[in-house]
């Protein structure tokens, strides 16, 4: 979350610089949204340092929401500043776990989507930079274009080599759990609420092949599929 959390302030840092530092806006309500933002994303961080990330977390989305969607509407909708939603994607499948929040992980994800159909095919009135001349739209297009291409970019490349990394992780302790089991001197078995063997040792697996006279059994075979079901008392 910490990477996450960094990469899209960093974005939002630059996005709202190059706003005004090239194009002319009114200065003080201009100052005050992106103070009041600044406040946000830096909560997210103490959140997350004082042991609070679930909370840290929905903070994150909430504001980079908000953000793309203030900004964008300020730009008239013309810059393309919705692209960010979509860039900030991987990173609500990454950051919650989606089996235990299902519902709100639907909502983060499912928004970018709904809020793009809507602001490009409804009308409606909303505040906005009407002096923005077609430079600055394009200066502010570019840069989000940008941006959003690598905010995508580095989100992705977080969540292939966090997984290799727990993938690595996870191969060490199931080999070192696998040598505590074949040191033991008893026979250790276990299986799952399906019948499924989750772990096995080489002394059971011994036992079994001279009292069934059944070869390979291992972690992942199913018992009552198992010819070893048959033979068992």
């Known amino acids: 979350a910490n990477m996450i959390w960094m990469a899209s302030y960093l974005t939002f840092i630059i996005h709202s610089s190059v706003i005004i530092f090239f194009i002319s806006v009114p200065l003080l309500p201009y100052i005050l949204i992106t103070l009041f933002f600044h406040l946000l994303y830096i909560s997210v961080y103490f959140f997350i340092k004082h042991k609070l990330p679930q909370i840290g977390k929905h903070i994150l989305i909430i504001t980079t929401y908000a953000a793309v969607v203030v900004f964008d509407h300020l730009s008239n909708k013309e810059a393309l500043t919705y692209l960010y939603l979509f860039a900030f994607l991987p990173s609500a499948l990454n950051i919650f776990n989606i089996a235990n929040k299902r519902i709100l992980v639907s909502l983060y994800l499912s928004f970018p989507l709904f ?55 996870l191969l060490v302790q199931s080999i070192s759990l696998q040598a505590t089991l074949n040191n033991s001197a008893a026979a250790i078995w276990s299986i799952d609420d399906e019948y499924n063997l989750t772990a096995v040792n080489t002394m059971y697996t011994e036992s079994i092949e001279k009292e069934f006279g059944i070869y390979g059994l291992k972690a992942g075979i199913n018992i009552k599929r198992h010819l070893l079901w048959e033979k068992l008392p």
Do not use: C, E, G, R
């Open 115 to 169: 809020y793009t159909l809507f602001t490009k095919l409804a009308i409606y009135t909303y505040p906005h930079f009407i002096s923005l001349s077609d430079s600055s739209i394009i200066i502010i297009t570019t840069v989000n274009i940008i941006l959003a291409f690598t905010l995508s970019l580095t989100f992705a490349t977080y969540m292939i080599l966090n997984n290799i990394d727990k993938q690595k992780k």
